[in-house]
């Protein structure tokens, strides 16, 4: 009964925070895939607690135990990964507003919630709650190996929104999530062949010039 009220009052919270007609946002799951997706760079492994805020959280480390199981389908195995127990919750906030995000959502349970805090095109301030077997269509059975309930979530919006922090809750151990990711950020081994490419371009440019110059 408990659990029906908690739903029903979070189902209001979703509808009371609904965007305008004409903006909406879009989660999408891709059962067993591992983030990052196509475009997206991780900016948070949960190597440790840095940047989260919260009680009743953990940094945990496989093998799966009464905290906490790895979302299966995180990549590479083996790595720590987020846990929120029962009664928890942790809150991530972006250093800037960001269009889109995803991450490793293990053993989807019908007890995790998700809130996602976010700003229309104008500036309001919303939030949407993402509720496993509600509106976030899933088994939400917890379990630990399947691809139904280990996946990539993605969040991003259809008319220009952006999201500022996320807050995750858990009524039962545990909410796991891992390999948070944002779009458009590129590895510093990027950043550094990127360097090195326009240093090159500018050197067959000067090249180019003294061609002329001496022609």
Same mark, same amino acid.
């Given at each position: 009964? /408990? /659990? ?6 979070? #189902?209001? =919270?979703?509808? =009371?925070?609904?965007? +305008?007609? %004409? =903006? ?6 891709? +059962?067993? #895939? ?28 496989? +093998? #799966?135990?009464?905290? *906490? ?16 127990? *029962? ?6 906030? $972006?250093? =800037?507003?960001?269009? %889109? ?17 976010? /700003? ?32 990539? $979530? ?12 996320? /807050? ?5 151990? %545990? $909410? ?9 950020? +590129? ?10 490419? $326009? ?11 003294? #061609?002329?110059?001496?022609?």
């Amino acid at each position: 009964m /408990k /659990k029906t009220l908690l739903v029903a009052a979070l #189902a209001a =919270a979703v509808l =009371a925070a609904a965007a +305008p007609a %004409s =903006a909406a946002i879009v989660y999408e799951f891709a +059962p067993g #895939a591992p983030s990052p997706g196509a475009g997206y760079t991780v900016i948070n492994t949960f190597d440790s607690t840095a940047g989260i805020t919260g009680i009743n959280f953990e940094i945990k480390v496989p +093998p #799966a135990d009464g905290y *906490g199981a790895p979302p299966a389908n995180s990549v590479p195995t083996g790595t720590p990964y987020l846990s929120v127990l *029962g009664g928890g919750n942790a809150t991530i906030t $972006f250093a =800037a507003p960001v269009t %889109s995000f995803q991450f490793d959502w293990g053993s989807v349970d019908y007890y995790n919630t998700l809130f996602i805090n976010w /700003k229309t095109i104008g500036g309001q301030t919303r939030t949407n709650a993402v509720i496993p077997g509600f509106n976030f269509p899933s088994a939400a059975n917890g379990n630990q190996v399947l691809p139904g309930t280990n996946g990539l $979530f993605t969040v991003r919006g259809t008319e220009g929104e952006t999201f500022t922090s996320i /807050k995750l809750t858990s009524d039962a151990n %545990s $909410f796991e999530i891992d390999n948070l990711a944002i779009p458009g950020v +590129p590895e510093p081994t990027t950043w550094g062949l990127m360097i090195m490419g $326009f240093g090159g371009i500018g050197a067959m440019l000067r090249r180019r010039r003294q #061609a002329v110059a001496f022609a």
